[in-house]
């Protein structure tokens, strides 16, 4: 084992901000980090093992123990659920004989509970060693099973490749892309380095003013003018720049990434190379999440053939001094690490936990030096903002919001996919596009966005109305809002929780175990008023996004959906326990060998 | 028109809340010119003798009979106070609420470092002792608890305040010192 380690930390020069690249080799090398694993990488980097371990253990796809020959990561996500996950799940551990989040005795075969995957729009789906299975169905899971037993390469399992680039050899994944709607900013004609071209004839601030005139807002969700950004970065004055493309959409609900890197990687890289020159940065880093490393050695293709063009590299398109080169950075899976502070500690090799701001990413980010983080969609738009002009960006949208925005649409719908639309549109524009009637509420955002009522159907998408960063998730008349969605949406970020602030690790647990209460009918109108009080007072304490907004789920339906929650509780009480003695006390005088008095 | 009435208990506590009360020197001379005290350990009266105006509880819930002492407050006080961190969220004695109960139980009577007596390895089982819970409880989870007065202990200028705003109905001041911890 040592020599293998040994060889593993030396592929990475044996630096520690590489902890995540090491980690995840010795991860697939021995199917989990063996405990002597881990004292070898901490005495090769110099590190404490402790250090090594926090890392470990806060990310889902490491494992101390190992996770199974074949190791089966179901998605557990609500729109999962309404598509039939539980089904599949009890098929699973039906056939394998153990039950989720655990291994089979002979350690054959582990199914583990896991977080979204990005597959909203082909649910029930899971990663079973790092290949996406998508639309699985009982009948489905019996033959994939069989194939374990049978000892089958998982590859050979998948029966047939998705469209587009899907069915690429690099890729060869039964994942679709289901675009629905091509708009003109992503999805419109270019030339493949006409946009460099051009920029290699502006200067970088000229570029930057270029970028400021469109008026381009970040498309992760947070809506921050990129321009300025970038222009904020340029005067933090460090020795070096950063370029950071965050592809880490955890967000329950989103997978336009997942298709931007499928069907426009070139367009992707594009506009990080002319984002590096207008930054003078050199090196750009692609943080991949962990679930799409199905497409990373496309990817890497890519990069290849950039270089090959003369579009990466050095001297980039004949100019002198135009040096930038791109890296992929794969994640581990964690929500959290989608914050840009998180993203940035996950690079380093840490735990992926937010940051305290000030400083910003843009004055100190990645290894202290000023770094610019944005999304894929972001740099993607910026390369037909060059093409064309910041006045055709600006035309489309609205005076806050310009251009398009490429939309996930989930849930009950009869067309699941990704649309580019025009900010501006409206929920009920939006319905009537997907095909979707009987529409209780669409959860707007993900489930750190709202979750509105037909009442606010006319509402428009746009960073003026109901600001989005793509995840729309319809949901039929006939859920169960609360315990499909609230409860399902509560429990994940529970568990996506790095734990730093104490509210987000313990406040959510109160939150989630009262909304419980509520659902059983032990709640009273003090319930409800406590869990809209403490949800508010979760955006006040909580250090980043993620804390901030998880108890937007209770918070927006309270708002929303006030009825549904006085229908549940007890008017004539103004206090119910659900304290219960004779289970309280079972254990300890069973124990003791005693009858319990009551 | 008679003083206010004031009871108050300590469950799962370390009576340091109880200690934090005395600490208000010489205002306690003030204090029982204001109140009248009924069961209490400050008195040593065990049983409630009459109606009272305010209950203030030190300590969350581990056995029953932390249960049954609730519970007759909340039904013999017309306001609950949970006083200090162990009856507002379980405290030290909730460490153990990660643990299970038979592990605690052998810790504490068989195998803990100072056990040396118990040779015959006896667990406490007789009818008359309070049954252990399966954890600590906070008094709020139990009975309905209408103010929360926080610390480890709360400070006896913070328990002072909050007294005299309860018996006189003026506003309770809540200056920083006296609501900070650290």
Known sequence: MKEKVQNIVKKFHNDRSRLMDILLDIQKDFNCIPDEAASIVATLLNMSKVDVNQTISFYHFFSKEPVGTYAVYLNNSAVACMMGREEVARAFEEEVGTSFNSVTEDGLIGLWDTSDIGMNDQEPAAIINGIVFTNLTPTRVKEIVIGFREGKDISEMVDKYGDGQNSNELIRSMVNNNIRKKGPVLFSEYEVGMAIRNVANYSPEQTIEIIKNSNIRGRGGAGFPAGLKWEFCCKSGGEEIYLVCNADEGEPGTFKERVILTELPMLLFEGMIIAGYALNAKEGILYLRYEYKYIKDYLEDVLQQLRNLNLLGNNIAGKGGFNFDIRIQLGAGAYVCGEESGLIESMEGKRGEPRNRPPFPVQKGYKNMPTVINNVETLSSVVKIILNSPEWFKAMGTKESAGTKLLSISGDCKHPGIYEIEWGMTINEMLEMVGASSVQAVQVGGPSGVCIDPSQFARSISFEDLPTGGAMIVIGENRDLLKEFVMNYTDFFIEESCGSCGPCRSLTVILRNKLQKIMDGKGVKADIDELYEWGNYMKQVNRCGLGQTAANPILTTIENFRPLYDSLIKTDDDFVSTFNMEKAVADSCKYVGRVPKL | ?182
């Not at chain 2, 009871?7 to 600490?23: I, V």
């Not at chain 2, 017309?78 to 006083?83: E, F, G, N, P, T």
């Not at chain 2, 299970?100 to 056990?115: K, N, Q, S």
């Open chain 2, 1 to 182: 028109m008679s003083k206010p009435v004031i009871a108050t208990a300590t469950l799962a506590g370390c009576f340091g809340c109880h200690m934090s009360l005395l600490d208000i020197d010489e205002r306690i001379l003030e204090l029982i010119e204001l109140v009248e005290f009924n069961k209490s350990p400050i008195n040593d009266i065990k049983t409630f003798t009459k109606q009272c105006d305010i209950g203030l509880i030190e300590g969350g819930c581990s056995n029953s009979e932390n249960i049954e002492v609730l519970k007759d407050f909340r039904k013999n006080c017309k306001i609950l106070v949970s006083l200090g961190e162990c009856a507002i969220m379980g405290g030290l004695p909730a460490m153990r609420n990660g643990i299970p109960i038979r592990e605690c139980l052998e810790e504490a009577y068989i195998t803990g470092p100072t056990v040396r007596m118990n040779t015959k390895k006896i667990l406490p089982n007789d009818d008359e002792l309070p049954m252990m819970l399966d954890k600590v409880y906070p008094c709020h989870e139990i009975v309905k608890i209408d103010y929360f007065l926080p610390g480890c202990p709360p400070t006896a200028d913070l328990i002072w305040n909050a007294l005299l705003a309860l018996v006189t109905g003026d506003e309770l001041k809540l200056p920083y010192e006296v609501v900070k911890f650290d």
